[in-house]
């Protein structure tokens, strides 16, 4: 089947360069296409099977997909099995202005590149939280675009500094969403401090289910993976606080000091108090 080419010219609001839609399955119809310009979609309600570069990408509830340009694709649709999700286009020209903005902060280009587009698994609450901001566009006034535009795009550099830049994006229909829903999950303080046995709690998986699933799609022990959150936790909070260095040692969930100490000079060249220190250095240096 030969793929329908849709162009921004006539999909596009030229003034904002973008344009948000909330689609019901069942009162559209979904053909092979491609398009010039990108878009950021979420399944609201039930799973999908997005169709997409000659493979399936089987979406859970709660999926936010990033297709490009080149990306030809469509949705499986079984009458009777409504779904739902939500749909943000935007021109190349906000793009390259996203990309101008935080490239080199973070692989963007990664994103442009990988076979398949790139997949966020969100939390329910966050899958909340981010359709309720896109419900907030249908308040702005029409008649106000520079507002409209303004508004889009701080939502858009939102999701790919908040969510794509996060290391677990998926490209691969293979990695389970419980999995990346609890790897996500993990990223909270009130999560990793509490270690793996908080992980079986999210997933409801065993000890050693989680930890054959870390080392396949990882090739880490659920150990070193909880471990390496810590680490980055107390150097941010080394440099961009006060809090005494044990305090952050045990409140990140660290119970053996030396071993905290061990792993933290191993990651970052210096003890603590050093790397702390070094800091305070640099940046009264550059007052001068």
């Given amino acids: 089947m030969q793929a329908k080419f849709l162009s921004q010219k006539k999909h596009i609001d030229e003034d904002t360069g973008c344009r948000y839609r909330y689609i019901f399955s069942e ?30 990408q089987h979406l859970a509830v709660g999926s936010m997909v ?6 030809i694709h469509s949705y499986e649709y079984e009458p009777g099995n409504q779904y739902n999700f939500v749909n943000l286009a935007f021109d190349k020209k906000t793009m390259n202005d996203i990309i101008k903005y935080i490239d080199g902060c973070f692989n963007i280009r990664s994103l442009l590149e990988s076979k398949l587009p790139p997949v966020v698994i969100l939390s329910p609450t966050e899958k909340k939280n981010l359709l309720s901001r896109l419900s907030e566009l249908n308040y702005i006034n029409r008649s106000d675009r520079n507002r409209l535009k303004l508004q889009l795009r701080l939502l858009l550099l939102d999701i790919f500094v908040r969510y794509f830049s996060n290391n677990q994006i998926s490209t691969s229909e293979n990695v389970p969403y419980w999995f990346e829903n ?38 880490i022990t659920p150990t070193e993976f909880i471990n390496d959150i810590r680490l ?24 053996n000091v030396g071993w905290f100490y061990t792993l933290f000079k191993d990651k ?4 603590p108090a050093k790397f702390r220190n070094q800091y305070i250095q640099k940046m009264q240096n550059s007052l001068v």
């Fill in 182 to 219: 609890m790897c996500e999950q993990m990223r909270k303080l009130s999560n990793f401090s509490e270690g793996i046995g908080q992980m079986e709690k999210i997933c409801r998986k065993s000890r050693e289910h989680i930890a054959r699933c870390m080392r396949k799609y990882k090739g």
């Fill in 66 to 71: 990033f297709v490009r340009p080149d990306d």
């Fill in 232 to 255: 980055n936790y107390i150097a941010n909070m080394l440099l961009n606080s006060n809090v005494p260095i044990l305090d952050l040692c045990f409140e990140s969930g660290f119970k």
């Fill in 27 to 56: 009162s559209e119809r979904f053909l092979l296409h491609g398009h010039d310009f990108y878009e950021i979609f979420i399944t609201v309600n039930k799973k999908i099977v997005h169709m997409v570069n000659g493979e399936k």
């Fill in 268 to 271: 970052y060249g210096a003890s």
